[in-house]
């Protein structure tokens, strides 16, 4: 018969040593207090997005970044202000290093706008500061954002994600004029006022 061996749970425990009962006691409240404080933080983005109706990305539209500029809804062409049949604004833009395409956005105010964004070349991000519009623009997806403007005026839109050597260059403007002034430019001017 072998003899048990020498490191048997059962012998006294030197002094200094905590029993296991002790361990697994205080183990089982750091658990505890650690599933409350993960209940917690839980709860607070919950409760903060709900009021605050922040919403995330929702729409996980994919696209091709490399061939942006041959076809498709972010043509050169096709970047801009739009306004849809039901009156509403759709800016799409494109961000690369180390600029906004088009530099400046135009759109009427009090008018649902919706922003589709998406990179050329790497992750960038679009903030337009005081208002719900804020989202990190990931190259191969397209993002989404919806928010009106109550006021004219403009809104500088820094770039927030760092993206190079070039990030703190990177910014551009959302200008909101009157939504009666809006129909009165021309195509061209409604498109952008990057030129103005
Ligand atoms: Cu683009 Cu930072």
């Known amino acids: 018969m072998a003899e048990p061996p020498s490191n048997s749970p059962r012998r006294p425990l030197p002094d200094g040593i905590v029993p ?84 400046c956005a135009l759109v009427p105010a009090n008018t649902p706008v919706k922003f ?3 990179s050329a070349d790497v992750v960038h991000g679009f903030l337009l500061p005081d208002t719900n519009v804020n989202t990190m623009v990931v190259p191969g997806f397209v993002a989404e954002v919806r928010t009106s403007f109550a006021e004219p005026g403009d809104y500088v839109m820094p770039c927030h994600e760092f993206c190079g050597d070039g990030h703190h260059g990177m910014w551009a403007r959302v200008s909101v004029v009157a939504k009666d002034e809006f129909p009165k430019l021309g195509t061209v001017e409604r498109t952008s006022c990057a030129k103005l």
Do not use: K
């Not at 539209?61 to 498709?72: A, D, R, S």
């Not at 039901?86 to 290093?97: E, H, M, Y």
């Open 116 to 118: 589709r964004l998406t």
């Open 20 to 103: 296991e009962e002790v361990v697994a006691r205080t183990e089982g409240r750091w658990v505890m207090i650690m599933a409350t404080m993960l209940v917690v933080m839980m709860a607070v983005i919950v409760v903060t997005g709900v009021a605050g109706a922040l919403h995330p990305a929702s729409n996980v539209e994919v696209i091709q970044p490399q061939t942006l500029h041959l076809g498709g809804e972010f043509v050169e062409s096709n970047l801009g202000t739009a306004i849809e049949p039901d009156g509403s604004a759709t800016v799409r833009l494109i961000a690369i290093q180390y600029d906004f395409v088009p530099h």
